[in-house]
């Protein structure tokens, strides 16, 4: 299970962190990844990060903005969102890939999804 918490309300130019917090099955290796949908729009890639936290991704639209971490020890991963804009208006979805060493940014890998987290960014 995957819990997702840290959304909100937030200004343009705010910041925001987010997590996911796994239970239940948390024996790895297993990436943890963060989509997004916003309204009317389809699913797309955040970020990933790889079991042993050594390899991390964010798609190059977010790079300098968003950073993707994770705690082991706590089996969560946190999105840290800076210079937030209206774009990045969505629902947050964290997601876990299980098996695996390595990281992806194909939703169809993911085994397991949180509930979702809402960001709303304001002018």
């Known amino acids: 299970q995957l819990q997702a918490s840290g959304g909100g309300l937030v200004q343009a130019g705010g910041s925001l962190r987010l997590s996911c917090a796994a239970s239940?099955?948390?024996?790895?290796?297993?990436?943890l990844g963060w989509f997004r949908q916003a309204s009317g729009k389809e699913r797309e890639f955040v970020a990933a990060?790889?079991?042993?936290?050594?390899?991390?991704y964010v798609v190059d639209s977010l790079k300098g903005r968003f950073t993707i971490s994770r705690d082991r020890a706590k089996n969560t991963v946190y999105l840290q969102m800076n210079s937030l804009k209206l774009e990045d208006t969505a629902v947050y979805f964290c997601?876990?890939?299980?098996?695996?060493?390595?990281?992806?940014?194909?939703?169809?890998?993911?085994?397991?999804w949180g509930q979702g987290t809402q960001v709303t960014v304001s002018s």
């Open positions: 997601a876990a890939h299980f098996g695996t060493q390595g990281i992806n940014g194909h939703d169809g890998e993911y085994d397991y």
């Open positions: 239940g099955r948390t024996d790895g290796p297993y990436a």
């Open positions: 990060i790889s079991w042993s936290g050594n390899t991390a």
